[in-house]
T-cell receptor, first 111, second 113 residues
């Protein structure tokens, strides 16, 4: 049972434009969400998070939006840069020590 | 400060063999979690250890096991390897596992032939 889903395996965006990565979840008990970024041959690194008491959290070029009624969150990157090319995972804690991850979306930024 | 260190980085094993992977957490971190990453499946939680005790376990068969030592270093073991065990195994550490401040290592790429 995939409780966190990223339905787009890949996304290609032109440099300077906005990248929008989407994530859906099924478990209404989730109250916190995280985005991780992963380069090849490296472990995932934390990017940004959002609590369910908010509907938006912003950190520089990265903004995460949460729509609780739709059980949907999205990560916006603007402007997109070549270094943003990576695999992005959304995740939610299930209990204190376990993260449930989506399948990931590979973002490619084209010059 | 040093990050999370996983050894070895790459490993090739034959079906039926067993393998042990190692993870050294960030100094002072007492919680260590293990994840399996396969194409199309994202990262799937294996188990989490804190102060040498397993606190949480994912939905993996008993062939997958782990342990944590008094210095917080952790190992995971997979016995009777199957082709489907080929994956990237990632370790993450955090101060206590309760604040979502996870730092991941670079992983061990296991290939079973």
């Amino acid at each position: 049972d995939q409780q966190v889903k990223q339905n787009s395996p890949s996304l290609s965006v032109q440099e300077g434009r906005i990248s929008i990565l989407n994530c859906d979840y099924t478990n209404s008990m989730f109250d916190y969400f995280l985005w991780y970024k992963k380069y090849p041959a490296e472990g995932p690194t934390f990017l940004i998070s959002i609590s369910s008491i908010k509907d938006k959290n912003e950190d520089g070029r990265f903004t995460v939006f949460l729509n609780k009624s739709a059980k949907h969150l999205s990560l916006h990157i603007v402007p997109s840069q070549p270094g943003d090319s990576a695999v992005y995972f959304c995740a939610a804690p299930l209990g204190a020590q376990k993260l449930v991850f989506g399948q990931g979306t590979r973002l490619t930024i084209n010059p | 400060k040093a990050g999370v260190t996983q050894t070895p980085r790459y490993l090739i094993k034959t079906r039926g063999q067993q393998v042990t992977l190692s993870c050294s957490p960030i100094s002072g971190h007492r919680s260590v979690s293990w994840y399996q990453q396969t194409p199309g499946q994202g990262l799937q939680f294996l188990f989490e250890y804190f102060s040498e005790t397993q606190r949480n376990k994912g939905n993996f068969p008993g062939r997958f096991s782990g342990r944590q030592f008094s210095n917080s270093r952790s190992e995971m073991n997979v016995s009777t390897l199957e082709l489907g065990d080929s994956a990237l195994y990632l370790c993450a550490s955090s101060p206590d596992g309760g604040d979502y401040g996870y730092t991941f290592g670079s992983g061990t790429r296991l290939t079973v032939v």
